[in-house]
Nanobody, 125 residues
Framework: EVQLVESGGGLVQTGGSLRLSCAAS????????IGWFRQAPGGEREGLSC????????YYAESVKGRFTISSDNAKNTVYLQMNSLKPEDTALYYC??????????????????WGQGTQVTVSS
């Protein structure tokens, strides 16, 4: 059974940084894809970034390119999302998701089959 557990969310001031973690189990982590998404109240689930764990290839949405960095530690079965220069509009519930490959820089939520429960990120102005 695929299990994904997010952590690292919290309250941060504008301009601050957070690093989210997604601990994964139940599948071959070394040959899979992990994506990060967020959803603000009343909004749609937005794809932010994806990494293919076999080769480290990464994809980013334009909205976070240059501010967010995705990485993978295959020894720990964990994917990270480093978020810098945070803005109030980054406030949302952040999720990680898994599937066999990254769909590209456009990451529809419907593509991913397995999801974590989410971690809240709040950026104060």
């Amino acid at each position: 059974e695929v299990q994904l557990v997010e952590s690292g969310g919290g309250l941060v001031q504008t301009g601050g940084s957070l690093r989210l973690s997604c601990a994964a189990s139940g599948f071959d982590f070394d040959d899979y894809a992990i994506g990060w998404f967020r959803q603000a109240p009343g909004g749609e689930r937005e794809g932010l970034s994806c990494i293919r764990t076999s080769n480290g290839r990464t994809y980013y949405a334009e909205s976070v390119k240059g501010r967010f960095t995705i990485s993978s530690d295959n020894a720990k079965n964990t994917v990270y999302l480093q978020m810098n220069s945070l803005k109030p509009e980054d406030t949302a519930l952040y999720y990680c998701a898994a599937d066999e490959y990254c769909p590209g820089s456009r990451m529809p939520a419907s593509f991913f089959g397995s999801w974590g429960q989410g971690t809240q990120v709040t950026v104060s102005s």
